[in-house]
């Protein structure tokens, strides 16, 4: 079934990050908690976002977002920049600390596109690509890291209780 290859797919890079993590555990190199990693993963996910964009996309209380991305500030995984239009804003950019982290999964996409181009036909990468990009932007749009302002607030709580 369809669903249980993408699942597999989904597992198998999960997997493989935890694998590169706990090594760096084992190295004592790590410096995050396991919530941190997930809250900078999706603070780079959303590309930038405020404070408030962060704790709507989490479902958290902005002091809980603050809470977190405090701690990230000072572990030095992400800065906050102010906004070039309105100076009482600031968004969450990750800096160079966090990208030495984050390339540990990074490779390994890399490293799976670069089989994949072995495998397959240029046709059928272009087939993959264009199916993966409807994947996720048409058909996960609960997902759709653009839309987590404050007017999309109530509608990515209603989706998520939707689907339980």
Not at 18 to 26: H, I, P
Request: hydrophobic share 35%; proline share 3%.
């Amino acid at each position: 079934m369809l669903r249980d290859a993408i699942q597999d797919l989904y597992n198998k890079f999960r997997i493989y990050f935890y694998m590169q993590v706990f090594a760096k555990f084992e190295k004592r190199e790590a410096s995050l908690t396991t919530v941190e990693s997930y809250s900078v993963e999706c603070i780079k996910a959303l590309g930038e976002p405020t404070v408030q964009e962060f704790a709507i996309m989490m479902g958290i209380s902005a002091p809980n977002a603050a809470y977190k991305v405090n701690a990230l500030v000072q572990k030095g995984y992400i800065e906050k920049i102010q906004d070039e239009n309105d100076h009482r804003e600031f968004h969450l950019r990750p800096t160079r600390k966090f990208w030495e982290y984050y390339n540990v999964s990074y490779r390994y996409v890399k490293k799976v596109e670069e089989r994949c181009k072995k495998r397959f036909t240029p046709e059928e990468m272009d087939k993959l690509e264009e199916m993966v990009r409807i994947i996720t932007t048409e058909l996960m749009p609960e997902l759709n890291v653009m839309k987590f302002t404050k007017e999309g607030a109530e509608n990515h709580v209603s989706i998520g209780m939707q689907e339980e």
